[in-house]
């Protein structure tokens, strides 16, 4: 999608932060009738971290996270003009942006939650680009965090193997057109299959005076199968025509940077754009799925390790309920 910016924006800063916890396939498989060999071979995820201590929740890891970004820079958190935090584990339904907001002292910040599952980081990522490239404000802090533990059952093999809780934040700053570094995306959305992975509200009782119903969340439903081809077929098609608008060779990037769900769908998505699998970037065989956290927990590691450089194109897709899809394509500036 085209438009008409008058300011650049990029990204300064990460930081990321995971519950102490580590919970390895050998563990899980005394819950529940699995092995350590049919997870690695269908998944590659070996371990994930859980959240745990009663009074901890999201609002923990995604404010870690953003002080460990905050501090990499020596920003203080009141130059923030805006926080956006991707969460579809919030530790309050109206919302926990505020949360972290106030623990992390962004005091002047406007904040609000993003909820779009694991595409939530790309979408957190192009709308605090909107906010910036507009000329509305200079620094805004983007958190994809999420502690699905949860709301996983635990006895369900299906789904309890795959995901882990994690949070990963960005600080994007508005600079010259010229330096600007968020260069497109494309963004998708099909509710027609929203059943397809959900955490359904259920209802329970009815009022019998005024007809309310009331009931409560479910556990993750997921048709496992399904959405595996979904990401499979759609997450390519959207890099190409991102790209494409660009005018950017799949063969140009520098760096394949996919929602952390599954190393199969990962190792598919590159083949079908010819990208060698030398430029994925993946941690997931240590963290599973962590949902909205997932692509800046592995992007943070990625620049930890000194893997990216200077100019570096990096082809960043999310993927996941809604059902929800989409890519940003980042020219990484030092
Ligand atoms: N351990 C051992 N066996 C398991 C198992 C587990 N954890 N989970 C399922 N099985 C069994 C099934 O019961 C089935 O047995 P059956 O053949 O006797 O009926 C068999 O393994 C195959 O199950 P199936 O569901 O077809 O496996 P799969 O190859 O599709 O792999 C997933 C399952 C979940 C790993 C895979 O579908 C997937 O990764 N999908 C994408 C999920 C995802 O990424 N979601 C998040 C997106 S954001």
């Known amino acids: ?183 497109g995306f494309q963004l998708n959305t099909d509710g027609e299959k929203s059943d397809q992975l959900s955490i359904p509200y259920r209802n329970k009782e009815k009022n019998q005076t005024i007809s309310i119903c009331k009931g409560e969340f479910d556990f993750i439903q997921m048709n496992g199968k399904e959405v595996y081809k979904f ?15 660009l005018c950017i060779s799949p063969k140009d990037i520098s760096w394949l940077l996919l929602h952390q769900a599954n190393e199969r769908i990962l190792y598919a998505v590159a083949e079908r754009l010819s990208i060698h699998s030398s430029k994925l970037i993946s941690n997931l065989h240590k963290y599973g799925n962590t949902s909205a956290a997932s692509i800046p927990l592995a992007l943070d590691e990625a620049l930890k390790n000194k893997r990216i450089k200077d100019n570096d194109l990096i082809v960043i897709s999310g993927f996941g309920a809604g059902l929800t899809w989409g890519t940003v394509v980042i020219k990484w500036k030092c």
């Open 1 to 183: 999608m085209k438009s008409l910016n008058t300011q650049g924006a990029r990204i300064l800063a990460t930081g990321s932060a995971v519950p102490e916890l580590c919970v390895n396939n050998f563990k899980i498989s005394e819950m529940v009738e699995t092995s350590d060999d049919w997870i690695v071979t269908r998944t590659g995820i070996k371990e994930r971290r859980v959240l745990t201590g009663i009074n901890k929740s999201v609002v923990d890891l995604a404010s870690l996270a953003s002080i460990r970004a905050l501090n990499k820079i020596s920003m203080d958190p009141l130059e923030i003009d805006l926080i956006i935090l991707a969460t579809s584990s919030p530790n309050d339904l109206f919302g926990s942006a505020s949360q972290v907001q106030a623990k992390i002292g962004a005091n002047k910040a406007v904040a609000f939650d993003l909820t779009a599952a694991c595409s939530g980081f790309v979408l957190g990522i192009v709308t605090g680009a909107q906010f910036i490239q507009n000329g509305s404000y200079k620094n805004i802090l983007v958190i994809g965090a999420d502690v699905l533990s949860k709301w996983t059952d635990w006895s369900d093999r299906s789904t309890c193997i795959l995901f882990g809780d994690g949070a990963g934040a960005v600080i994007i700053q508005s600079c010259s057109i010229e330096k600007n570094g968020i260069l």
């Open 231 to 245: 990401a499979v077929s759609k997450v390519p098609l959207s890099i190409l025509t991102c790209l494409h608008s």
